[in-house]
């Protein structure tokens, strides 16, 4: 053994180079079975997650469409229900001016029936005193004829004539 520090021999060199080819071996085979399997397992895993994460955003932005198209018939849906609602507030309005109408005429007949009646009641009521008052002179003028009548007798009987008409009083 010389005087290097590093002197080695034919079998270290030996052992190093066959540990070294075993190593190279090892790398290949593990390459071959553990490594590229592995390498292609993440792989298609990554692969699964990114079509995963597609398809998420696909039905995200399929969502989203269906969200603005439901909005949208929402807002149609309400504009037609406003639409609906003041057609019935105009209907409404239309047929309550015309119950009004209804109701005017139809005072307004009865108030022309109720002074037509009054007047024909007047009319009546008229006749009749003009009957009575009639009956009344002509009571009056026979209990004249009957007796010679003074003057008292003539007011006794003007006071019995108008006691008999009773409280009747003119209404022009």
Do not use: H
Request: aromatic share 6%.
């Amino acid at each position: 053994m010389g005087g290097s520090l590093l002197s080695f021999d034919k079998q270290f060199l030996f052992s190093l180079i066959i540990q070294l080819i075993n190593t190279l071996i090892l790398f290949f085979v593990l390459g071959k079975l553990l490594f590229k399997p592995l390498t292609n397992f993440m792989e298609k895993r990554s692969e699964r997650i990114k079509e995963q994460i597609d398809f998420a955003k696909s039905e995200e932005e399929k969502a989203l469409k269906l969200k603005e198209e439901y909005e949208a018939k929402l807002q149609k849906i309400q504009e037609e229900a406003d639409a609906i609602l003041k057609e019935a507030r105009e209907k409404a309005l239309r047929k309550e001016d015309s119950i009004i109408e209804e109701a005017r005429k139809e005072s307004e007949i009865i108030r022309n029936r109720a002074l037509a009646d009054i007047e024909r009641e007047k009319a009546k009521v008229q006749d009749e005193m003009k009957k009575e008052i009639i009956e009344i002179a002509s009571l009056i003028a026979e209990k004249f004829v009957a007796e010679s009548i003074d003057e008292q007798k003539q007011k006794a009987l003007i006071d019995e004539a108008i006691s008999k008409m009773g409280d009747v009083s003119w209404n022009n």
